[in-house]
């Protein structure tokens, strides 16, 4: 079906194209470069550990800077719209002796910043609570020994300055998202002293000073990781309750709730208490395995309710990390898959729909949530792709490959 077709069939269902096409141009979605490396980061050559891992080992991957901004260049190339990268500590670029994490500063990110001004990237950012020797048993601003918790502290309030560093510079707001591993193997005596030490800790991060406008903490929530099956400090309740009385955002991630869990139900509840909801798109097969995500049921359900509370509450990163496969092929599908049910998303009418499930027409309202789903949503893409000047169907992947050729396997 061609566009002008398409756009006829939506207009009949009182949804305007147009304005779809310029509202899905204006969402931005923070491109997490840890896709890039598999979680290494530049400041060992030991990769992932201390409650994250991956798996694979697909040639190619970015060892250095370089090589790491080049890789996420082309990709960005392949994905429509302006969008923004998301960076982790342990990205920080290093002269000839690694600046350990408790006394990093904004030097070790002033190239990331100067290429994300050239690139026009927005830049969100992460403290690095893993892959560190003060990982001590599996904790870290939990921890019982007051000198472990006091260098994670550390590290949580150089990375508020890096955070706020890098939203003036790019005159951009930037996300700065804790995620620590911190928990139990096995079923712990005490549930309780961990929690309220995290609580401490954090409270002495933040009450660091900082520019509340252009450095938007958000915290994010863990059922359970590798290592840590029994408990984690940063439980959901732990989460809500520590985000909702400090007046930080609290974080979803798609992976960190019991596999059964409707995550996108959770959205609404997040944004009537919050105000913004924080997400990281990211697809558990099993367990927290960070697949790269599908245009799946429950992809198409978080996008369904990001549209309908409105995209602009959404502070949209990708997170998760495929060792197996082309690294920056992982990166486009992802983003692009992220934008396609975006798009679906903006081509329902949610107004009807709702109106139908407030008069109590329950069947109508299943038969066309189900009708919908089969109108021309290509179409619309193929559009969208076509003015941002990006390849619209499958023929981004012949240009991933000759990169691949070209670059990637000669390293
Ligand atoms: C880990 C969390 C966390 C990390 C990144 C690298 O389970 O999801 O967000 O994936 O910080
Ligand atoms: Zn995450």
Redesign the pocket.
């Known amino acids: 079906m061609s566009y002008k077709e398409a756009q006829k069939k939506y207009a009949k269902i009182g949804i305007d194209t147009e304005k779809v096409i310029k509202s899905l141009a204006g969402i931005p979605i923070s491109m997490?470069c840890?896709q890039g490396d598999d979680?290494g980061g530049f400041e060992t050559t030991g990769g992932a550990s201390g409650?994250?891992q991956t798996t694979g080992n697909y040639p190619g991957k970015a060892t250095t800077p370089e090589q790491l901004m080049a890789d996420i260049e082309f990709a960005m190339k392949l994905i429509p719209g302006k969008h923004r990268v998301n960076l982790?500590a342990c990205y920080g670029i290093h002269k000839d002796k690694v600046v350990d994490r408790d006394k990093l500063g904004v030097e070790q990110f002033k190239p990331w910043v100067a290429w994300a001004k050239k690139n026009g990237f927005g830049l969100d950012f992460?403290p690095?609570f893993f892959s560190h020797a003060n990982v001590v048993d599996g904790l870290t601003l939990s921890s019982p020994d007051p000198k472990i918790r006091q260098f994670w502290i550390k590290h949580g309030i150089q990375c508020l300055k890096i955070a706020e560093y890098m939203a003036k510079e790019l005159k951009s707001p930037c996300a700065i998202?804790f995620?620590c591993?911190d928990g139990f193997k096995d079923e712990p005596s005490d549930r309780l002293g961990p929690r309220q030490r995290m609580a401490d800790s954090l409270d002495k991060i933040f009450k660091t000073k900082y520019d509340k406008k252009m450095v938007l903490p958000t915290f994010?929530s863990?059922l359970f990781?590798i290592g840590v099956e029994s408990y984690t400090v940063n439980s959901h309740e732990f989460v809500m309750g520590y985000a909702q009385s400090r007046k930080i955002l609290a974080l979803l991630?798609m992976?960190?709730f019991h596999l059964t869990e409707n995550v996108a139900d959770k959205i609404s509840s997040f944004l009537m208490f919050f105000g913004k909801v924080a997400f990281?798109i990211?697809r558990p097969v099993r367990w927290?395995s960070?697949h790269v995500i599908r245009q799946n049921d429950d992809l198409r359900a978080a996008a369904q309710e990001i549209v309908k509370m409105g995209p602009e509450n959404f502070l949209i990163a990708l997170?998760y990390?495929d060792a197996s496969i082309c690294r920056v092929a992982a990166w486009v599908l992802g983003m692009r898959n992220m934008q396609k049910e975006l798009l679906k998303a903006m081509l329902t009418p949610n107004a009807q729909l709702k109106a139908m499930q407030d008069a109590g027409e329950f069947t109508a309202q299943l038969v066309l949530q189900e009708e919908y789903k089969n109108y021309p949503a290509e179409a619309v893409w193929d559009e969208f792709c076509s003015r941002m000047k990006v390849p619209a169907g499958e023929e981004w992947l012949k240009i991933v490959q000759k990169y691949e050729k070209d670059v990637l396997l000669k390293r």
């Open positions: 997490h840890w979680v409650g994250i982790h992460n690095t998202n995620w591993p994010e863990k990781g991630d992976g960190h990281h990211s927290d960070d997170d990390f």
